[in-house]
Nanobody, 126 residues
């Protein structure tokens, strides 16, 4: 059974940092594409970042230069380092995964990935 468990969310002031983690179990597919998307009340879901088994990455324009996605294959964990946080980054953040490599259009359909976690809340105050 595939499980994705997010952690690391919390409340920070604008300009602060958080690192989200997504621990993956039961998922052995290669290649794979994994990533993060977010959902804020009253806003559309937004794909944030993706990474695949070759280490290829893609980011939403709204987070480029501030967020970094990475992975530790030994720990089966994907991370999202978030720096220079803004109030607009406030949202529930979800981890998602599917088989196959990521592509240039992957962020737009990350919500359709085969697997996702329960989410972790990030709140940024001004």
């Amino acid at each position: 059974q595939v499980q994705l468990v997010e952690s690391g969310g919390g409340s920070v002031q604008a300009g602060g940092s958080l690192r989200l983690s997504c621990a993956v179990s039961g998922y052995t597919y290669r290649p794979y594409c994994m990533g993060w998307f977010r959902q804020a009340p009253g806003k559309e879901r937004e794909g944030v970042a993706v990474i695949d088994s070759l280490g290829w990455t893609s980011y939403a324009e709204s987070v480029k230069g501030r967020f970094t996605i990475s992975q530790d294959n030994a720990k089966n964990t994907v991370y999202l380092q978030m720096n220079s946080l803004k109030p607009d980054d406030t949202a529930m953040y979800y981890c998602a995964a599917e088989g196959g490599y990521c592509g240039t259009l992957t962020l737009a359909r990350i919500f359709q990935f085969d697997y996702r976690g329960q989410g972790t809340q990030v709140t940024v105050s001004s």
